[in-house]
């Protein structure tokens, strides 16, 4: 029975057609443009995704942004715990996700994860620091609870502290740098789970969504001494960086009557590596992409409270070498309204 079983396997087998269950290349483009609208319009960088000194230019997907990517293709976690012993109080957490497809139910993919408190950052701690016999002069307490930065100079510089003796006296200790390690590795069981936990879901949204090429994973979890010591090799000379202009007419005029700042510009700008106008001049790609931000930002402002946004100003427009047009609303210069100088119909 087991023969003739395996048999109809491997005859179904034969018969199927893998290119009849593949994408074709229309849908695969549109998923790709999904995560890139949904990096560019709702992730924001230090949250959802990051770039690591010294470790290339290809962002870090973040927890946060799995759990977006998750979201937007509604895709289900569903987690799988292995636990092992490693002696001496120590345990390793392996965690295997599975996304399942909330529409569906269908498998979509599965990444896998883990963690122990044998990894330096848990297993280690900074040693006491060593008491000296000076006491802690009394101005440094004055210093201290003003704010000021010299409070740390009276004890010494970087690395000294204050510290109680056994006689109840406060006197100036000093960091050795020596690590020891934790007599209660129990007290990381829990993070250690949560940190394999997150880079499961982190591997599995990103080969379920086929978006390694957009995103790389884990790097924020290597040692910190790598992270300084490849930064060291790989960080090129620092360049003179140019601050984002407020030289485009028509957008920084809404966003200062509706904000009273630039403040919001220039976050724009920044998320977007734009510095002038001239960075997406001939680009109308990067042209919708800015409008798009910005109308975001002008929605959020209008819900925080009325404001007038058409001034009835005439403005420069730089697609006319600085001709005086009319505020309008144009996709080129800007601005508010029709432009009758551009003829566009197609407004953002």
């Given amino acids: 029975m087991e023969e003739q079983n395996r048999e109809v396997q491997i005859m179904k087998a034969e018969v199927m057609n893998l290119e009849d269950y593949a994408m074709g290349p229309e849908s695969i483009i549109k998923q790709v443009a ?12 230090d949250q959802h995704y990051g770039i690591i000194p010294g470790c290339g230019d290809k962002p870090t997907l973040l927890k946060p942004g799995a759990e977006k990517l998750t979201m937007t293709f509604r895709l289900a976690p569903k987690f799988h715990v292995t636990e092992r012993d490693l002696g001496k109080g120590h345990r390793e957490y392996e965690v295997k996700t599975e996304l399942i497809s909330i529409v569906t139910g269908g498998f979509i993919g599965e990444g896998l994860g883990s963690c122990s408190t044998m990894e330096s950052k848990y297993r280690f701690r900074n040693a006491e620091p060593e008491l000296t016999d000076k006491p802690v002069p009394k101005k440094y307490w004055d210093l201290r609870k003003a704010g000021k930065a010299e409070a740390q100079k009276m004890l010494g510089g970087k ?60 790097i924020e979890d290597l040692p910190q001494d790598f992270l300084n010591q490849n930064s060291a090799q790989k960080q090129p000379e620092p360049k003179e960086t140019k601050k984002p202009t407020m030289d485009f007419p028509g957008v920084r005029s809404e966003l200062k009557l509706l904000s009273g700042s630039g403040k919001a510009w220039n976050t724009i700008l920044s998320s977007m590596n734009i510095t002038s106008y001239a960075d997406i001049k001939n680009d109308a790609k990067k042209k919708k992409q800015l409008w798009d931000r910005v109308n975001i930002e002008l929605n959020k402002l209008k819900k925080a409270g009325p404001a007038t946004i058409h001034t009835g100003k005439d403005i420069p427009c730089p697609e006319l070498d600085g001709k005086m047009v009319a505020e309008v609303d144009c996709d080129i210069c800007y601005t508010k309204g029709d432009c009758p100088n551009h003829a566009m119909t197609e407004n953002p």
């Fill in 34 to 45: 999904i995560i890139q609208t949904v990096m560019n319009r709702v992730m924001q960088k």
């Fill in 159 to 218: 690395g000294f502290v204050p510290k109680k003796n056994d006689a109840g006296q406060w006197v100036i200790a000093k960091h050795t740098g020596e690590r020891v390690e934790h007599d209660n590795p129990a007290d990381y069981y829990n993070t250690c789970l949560k940190i394999a936990k997150k880079r499961s879901i982190v591997d599995a949204t990103l080969t379920a969504t086929a978006a390694s090429d957009i995103f790389t994973q884990d």
